[in-house]
Every structure is written in structure tokens, then in C-alpha cells.
């Protein structure tokens, strides 16, 4: 099975940059993925970490230890439209309750 | 491009109604996916299809039953609807079966059970 932990919240202020993070415990790990989804739409994908290391999109970044069952995504110069909830699956079946950032101005 | 098509968008059920959720994809994936999302919960996986002709339980697969019409269908039938099933239930479809690979969701489909 998997288990995925984050904070359930997290706030911060425009222009900010936020952290948010990821542990998990899962059988067989293949990599972590990032996905947003503002409320009342549909989750969209971010980003991928099959290995060890930071990957960055944009704004956006993505890091991933294995050995320490670790990962965080990384928003810099936040925006009042990413005011989100994040989810980090260890794979397809589970999601986790996610984290809900809140950017004030 | 349409992407994930999901219908009917909203839907209300009596107890022990009986209903099917269509989706469709137009991205020749070969992985389909069902999953529901309880507020302010996560997305669950009901069931899952990796290739045409398999489907596989997830999570929560209780109550439900699925079809893989074809490449590009695959349909999700609650048989007898429980107020437990009131839920905003999402399609999605990936092009790799495993960890890796995008998943593409559709709009969602809202249920409510009465």
C-alpha cells in the first residue's frame, strides 16, 4: 500500500516563495508527481521526479530524495492563481488529501 | 482536442437508483481511470483500465462496476446508488501504465445520492 504525508495547509503572501512537502511510504516507488487543482476543477498535471534531484518548470520546482522517501515542489513569485490545493501521488492509486495554499495579497 | 470528455456533468439519485458515468478520450492512451473526490478529501481510485479488454479494482471499488468499451471509453455503473456515493467522481487517462506518465482529467461528473 502507500501513505503520503503533507500539510494539510499552508499560506503565504504574493510574491512569496513556498514550500511544500512530501513524505511517503509505499511499496515499490517509481516516482513522485505534483498535481494542482483549484476548487471545483479538475486536477492538472505539474511535474514528475523519477530520480533523485530537482526538476524545474517554470516558476515551478520539484525535488526528490529517495533515500529519505522525501519531495517538495517549490513556487516562486507566487501568484493569487495559485491559490490551490497540491497533491504528490507516489503513483496513480493514491493521492492523499493534498495541501491548500492560500496566497493573500 | 477535447481531451477527457465526462458526461452527464451533474446527476441527482434516489437511494437504489441505478446510473452510468460515460468518459472518453481522444488521445489514444492506452490507461483509463476512474476515482472520486469527497470534500475537501483527495481523489480515490474506484477502478482502473491498462489497456483495452483489462480492468482492475482500486481503493474503493465497492459499489461500482466498469466497462472498457473500447480504446477510448471506458464507463463507470453504480447499480444501486448509496447516499455514501455522493461524490464528485473524475476520468482520467494516462499513455504509460506505470508511476510515471501524465494523467489527463476530465471536468468531473457530480453526484448526488438522496
Known amino acids: 500500500g502507500q501513505s503520503l504525508e503533507q500539510p494539510s495547509e499552508v499560506t503565504a503572501v504574493e510574491g512569496a516563495i513556498v514550500q511544500i512537502n512530501c513524505t511517503y511510504q509505499?511499496?515499490?516507488?517509481?516516482?513522485l508527481s505534483w498535481y494542482q487543482q483549484h476548487d471545483g476543477g479538475a486536477p492538472t498535471f505539474l511535474s514528475y521526479?523519477?530520480?533523485?534531484g530537482l526538476e524545474e518548470t517554470g516558476r515551478f520546482s520539484s525535488f526528490l530524495s529517495r533515500s529519505d522517501s522525501y519531495g517538495y515542489l517549490l513556487l516562486q513569485e507566487l501568484q493569487m492563481k495559485d491559490s490551490a490545493s497540491y497533491f504528490c501521488?507516489?503513483?496513480?492509486?493514491?493521492f492523499g488529501d493534498g495541501t491548500t495554499l492560500t496566497v493573500k495579497p | 482536442n477535447a481531451g477527457v470528455t465526462q458526461t452527464p456533468k451533474f446527476q441527482v439519485l434516489k437511494t437504489g437508483q441505478s446510473m452510468t458515468l460515460q468518459c472518453a478520450q481522444d488521445?489514444?492512451?492506452?490507461?483509463m481511470y476512474w476515482y472520486r473526490q469527497d470534500p475537501g478529501m483527495g481523489l480515490r481510485l474506484i477502478y482502473y483500465?491498462?489497456?483495452?479488454?483489462?480492468?482492475d479494482k482500486g481503493e474503493v471499488p465497492n459499489g461500482y462496476n466498469v466497462s472498457r468499451l473500447n480504446k477510448r471509453e471506458f464507463s463507470l455503473r453504480l447499480e444501486s446508488a448509496a447516499p455514501s456515493q455522493t461524490s464528485v467522481y473524475f476520468c482520467?487517462?494516462?499513455?504509460?501504465?506505470?508511476?510515471?506518465?501524465?494523467?489527463?482529467f476530465g471536468e468531473g461528473s457530480r453526484l448526488t445520492v438522496l
Open positions: 482520467a487517462s494516462s499513455d504509460m501504465r506505470g508511476a510515471s506518465g501524465e494523467l489527463f
Open positions: 501521488p507516489a503513483g496513480k492509486s493514491t
Open positions: 509505499t511499496s515499490g516507488f517509481y516516482g
Open positions: 488521445m489514444n492512451h492506452n490507461s
Open positions: 483500465s491498462a489497456s483495452e479488454g483489462t480492468t
Open positions: 521526479n523519477g530520480l533523485d
